[in-house]
């Protein structure tokens, strides 16, 4: 069995992981901004349609959902910063591993601020 190189995979470390929430937020993102065109445009086809579509986004499965769709948000933009420092900042490879827990901080700072508030809202308490 060939052995491969040291140091060219970095399969189960810290960049690869932030590449893949990367690619997965990215398409989640994705997904809501397409259904969420295309139920804006039945208001121009159906005004009942488009109604009773909004009193769906009112339940609280929505509710818990759109924290998911938040984090996904959240994530994705700082990552996205940080893959942009490490494109076009000379040390941004050096601290990539650094900036990636920094992201993970900022995040979990942002969630666990915000979520009680949605949860309150989405509860009614």
Same mark, same amino acid.
């Given at each position: 069995m060939a052995r491969r190189p040291a140091g060219t995979l970095y399969r189960g470390k810290i960049g690869m992981w932030s590449w893949v929430l %990367?690619? +997965?937020t990215g398409v989640g +993102? #994705?997904?809501f901004l397409l259904v %969420? +065109?295309?139920d804006t445009a039945l208001v121009r086809v159906?005004?009942?349609a #488009?109604?009773?579509v909004m009193a769906v #986004?009112?339940?609280p499965i929505v509710g818990v959902a759109e924290i998911?769709?938040?984090a996904a948000i959240l994530f994705h933009g700082f990552n996205g910063i940080r893959v942009i420092l490490i494109d076009f900042w000379s040390k941004g490879s050096? #601290?990539?591993n650094l900036m990636f827990w920094i992201v993970l901080g900022i995040f979990v700072v942002l969630m666990a601020a915000w979520v009680p508030r949605q949860l309150m809202h989405t509860f009614g308490a």
């Open positions: %990367h690619r +997965i +993102i #994705y997904f %969420h +065109i295309m159906s005004p009942e #488009y109604n009773s #986004y009112k339940t998911g769709l938040v050096k #601290y990539q």
